[in-house]
């Protein structure tokens, strides 16, 4: 097997990551998200008091609103929240409306609260870069928002335990990305629907109303099913879902070593068909193609394929200004994406086909989620040229922070506690690697 080179790429940004903000001049206050996270604050009962102290807006600075309790921020030094998860606080009220303010919010967990009411019909727009939804056990009611179907990157959706009627909406038949839906213990009614461009692990046990194929009942005949065959459908349902999901977990260590799972899985580059043109309107990350080719939406699943105009755009034509570091690997290069972000985008030097190594490399940094890894999130693949994409990390290179650290005075700056500092993080994601880390991952080599 040859060297991991794109995962211990990743574990070198990582340490980028480590250092606190000098004089970084792109962060600015992001008041919408401030107001998002206050706007929550106001809205929910909060009885136990999680978030009473926790959630203190009195003296805020850039980034502080990234320590809250449940909160993620995209950079630690930026007040633009990625990720909330309040799961289990006891939390009681309608869906706090003021989220529509976390623009750039990924995913939401409010599972496990007494949360009730509706769930608002114009979710879908308001969340428009949700990956995961978790809104399980509460007490929501009313319709499945319809607009949710409209949500591109919207890969888990788990709203079982609540008290939701009405059917669920058929264009959730037409979600590329979605990956695990369940509505289990609901009032829901009518057809499931028939998902045509990826297959979703179900979960729809305990839904008399549902119709589809067995175990549920033939969607004309929709009579009322009494309690034996409720029970029967919810075990049979739970059966499906633990049976894909082990098949799953076995099929995610096959790519850890490489097995031949993975070959069924990648599309050579050759295979590839022509890309659609890209509509400019669309706003980035918005705008992407789906290959329909399956095996590409399967890669897909883990990670999105960006088209090439938007890199090329972002990076004002991979100009020379933007490079930001040049490896062994590839050059990297700094962009700027139309609604503000920055990313750090890798072209990679003689990159061969999409192969089977590169491809599970690939998929396996799509799936490396921890704040000690720089996480990639996405890749391109243009003409004899991959791209790579990932977050940006705003400190420089570690190598300038462990070699060019002398003051005008002449004395080595925190050379010691940086070096430590560096040490017990780089020593955290490699544990993390190798313990929790849910698939295995083999390092052959270590350069730090
Ligand atoms: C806010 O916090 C900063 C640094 O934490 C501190 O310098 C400043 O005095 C604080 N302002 C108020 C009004 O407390
Ligand atoms: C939401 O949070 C709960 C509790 O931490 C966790 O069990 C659940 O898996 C989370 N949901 C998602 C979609 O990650
Ligand atoms: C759930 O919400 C409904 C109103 O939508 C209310 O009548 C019911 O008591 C709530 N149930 C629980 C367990 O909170
Ligand atoms: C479900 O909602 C109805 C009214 O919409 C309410 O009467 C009922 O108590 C709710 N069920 C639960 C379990 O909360
Ligand atoms: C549905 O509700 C039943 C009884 O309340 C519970 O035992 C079961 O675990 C629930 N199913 C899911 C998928 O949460």
């Known amino acids: 097997m040859t060297l991991n080179k794109v995962v ?19 962060t600015s206050a ?45 950079h630690d030094n930026e007040n633009k929240v990625l990720n909330i998860k309040l799961s289990n606080m006891g939390l009681k009220g309608l869906f706090p409306l003021g989220l529509e303010m976390c623009t750039s919010l990924t995913g939401l967990n409010l599972s496990s609260n007494y949360f009730s009411g509706p769930i608002p019909l114009d979710i879908g727009q308001n969340l428009r870069f949700i990956t995961s939804l978790d809104l399980s056990n509460n007490n929501f009611s009313g319709l499945i928002p319809p607009s949710l179907a409209t949500c591109n990157y919207l890969g888990s959706l788990k709203l079982d335990n609540n008290n939701l009627s009405g059917s ?9 990305l979605i990956h695990y839906f369940s509505v289990s213990n609901n009032s829901l009614t009518g057809p499931v629907p028939n998902f045509i461009k990826a297959s979703p692990i179900l979960f729809y046990a305990n839904n008399p109303g549902l119709c589809g194929q067995y175990p549920l009942k033939k969607c004309k005949d929709i009579g009322s099913v009494s309690g034996n065959s409720n029970r029967a459908l919810f075990f049979s349902g739970f059966l499906t879902g633990w049976a894909v999901t082990a098949s799953l977990v076995i099929f995610i260590c096959l790519f850890g070593k490489r097995g031949i799972a993975l070959e069924k899985l990648i599309t050579k580059k050759k295979n590839m068909k022509k890309k659609p043109k890209v509509d400019e309107k669309n706003l980035w990350p918005k705008a992407r193609e789906i290959d329909n080719t399956h095996k590409m939406a399967k890669l897909e699943r883990y ?78 693949l243009e003409k004899q040229d991959i ?24 004395d080595i700056i925190g050379y010691w506690p940086l070096r430590v500092k560096v040490a017990v993080a780089v020593a955290e994601g490699l544990a993390w690697l190798h313990h929790k880390c849910s698939f295995m991952v083999v390092l052959e080599k270590y350069l730090a």
């Open 303 to 380: 990670i999105t394929r960006i088209p090439f105009a938007e890199l090329t755009k972002a990076t004002a034509n991979f100009s020379q200004d933007n490079v930001i570091g040049i490896g062994k690997m590839g050059t990297m290069y700094k962009a700027r994406i139309p609604n503000g972000w920055f990313l750090a985008i890798k072209k990679l030097f003689n990159s061969e086909q999409l192969d089977r190594q590169l491809a599970s490399e690939i998929i396996t940094l799509g799936r490396l989620k921890h704040c000690r890894l720089v996480h990639l999130i996405g890749f391109r």
């Open 30 to 74: 992001v008041a919408n998200d401030i107001q998002c996270l206050q706007s929550m604050k106001e809205s929910l009962q909060d009885p136990f008091g999680y978030l009473t102290s926790a959630w203190n807006f009195d003296n805020i600075t850039e980034g502080s609103i990234c320590d809250f309790v449940g909160v993620d921020c995209w």
């Open 387 to 410: 791209f790579l994409v990932y977050k940006y990390m705003s400190n420089g290179n570690l190598y300038n922070w462990l070699h060019n650290r002398i003051s005008s005075e002449g």
């Open 8 to 26: 211990i790429v990743a574990i070198i940004a990582t340490f980028l990551i480590l250092f606190p903000p000098e004089s970084f001049p792109f």
């Open 168 to 176: 669920i909406p058929s264009d959730f038949g037409l979600m590329s």
